[in-house]
């Protein structure tokens, strides 16, 4: 199988949102009860030296924070909330991309008696993280790799053009013996193949080098033509 090499783009949010779910199923016996309201938000670095408090839960790009008091939620239940919301997460909401870097406070629900369950709790929480991450400005995130390109001088003109049209920044430009050396930042998925146009682009004396740097907001133009091809 030959095809265009993939990039791990990710989703992310940017402002604030509230959502209320209540998962009620009520088929012959036992039913299902399950209510949250949740509030989401962009995660936000911890201070140096500042711990977590001990309601809070965080790992890779991910917080949860659990403000239910009162045992308004049993706690047995307040899990299966976490795990909808990781769930979700992982289907993204722009165009099926995994989500990173936000957090998710449980601060309200209610339970009953005989109904509620942990499934209950995590469905419930799935549909009102949806709910809320589409109100919360989801945007697409994309790798950006940090490229170094050294070419002798004739090329520069034409090598930082070409940068510039893959929507890259150029930072600085140096020498190195006979050589330039431009350094750049550049989204993964324009530097596909582009080893080889390097090349030809300056008769086979130029090279290039690139590693990650970090993820950033795809533009809208962009992002646009992402979703329409996820279909």
Do not use: W
Not at 15 to 36: L, T
Not at 47 to 68: C, H, M, T, Y
Not at 74 to 99: C, L, N, Q, T, W
């Amino acid at each position: 199988n030959i095809g265009k090499p993939q990039v791990a783009y990710k989703e992310t949010i940017q402002s604030e949102a509230e959502a209320e779910n209540k998962y009620i199923k009520q088929s012959g016996g036992r039913g299902q009860y399950g209510h949250v309201k949740i509030r989401i938000k962009p995660i936000q670095p911890l201070e140096e030296g500042a711990k977590l408090p001990k309601n809070v839960k965080r790992d890779e790009g991910f917080e949860f924070v659990d403000s239910i008091k009162g045992g308004v939620i049993p706690s047995e239940f307040i899990p299966g909330v976490e795990k909808g919301v990781k769930e979700a997460m992982e289907r993204g909401i722009v165009a099926g991309y995994k989500m990173t870097d936000l957090s998710c406070e449980l601060f309200d629900g209610s339970y009953h008696d005989v109904d509620s369950s942990e499934i209950a709790f995590k469905i419930a929480a799935s549909q009102a993280f949806q709910d809320a991450a589409k109100r919360a400005n989801p945007v697409l995130l994309e790798p950006i790799m940090k490229v170094e390109v050294v070419v002798p001088e004739q090329f520069m003109g034409d090598i930082s053009g070409n940068l510039n049209s893959k929507r890259g920044q150029i930072e600085s430009m140096e020498d190195r013996g006979m050589n330039k050396v431009i350094n750049a930042k550049v989204p993964l998925s324009e530097m596909f193949g582009y080893t080889t146009s390097l090349r030809s682009m300056t008769e086979g004396r130029g090279s290039a080098t690139m590693e990650f740097d970090h993820y950033a907001v795809v533009p809208a133009n962009v992002a646009k033509e992402i979703i329409e091809a996820r279909g």
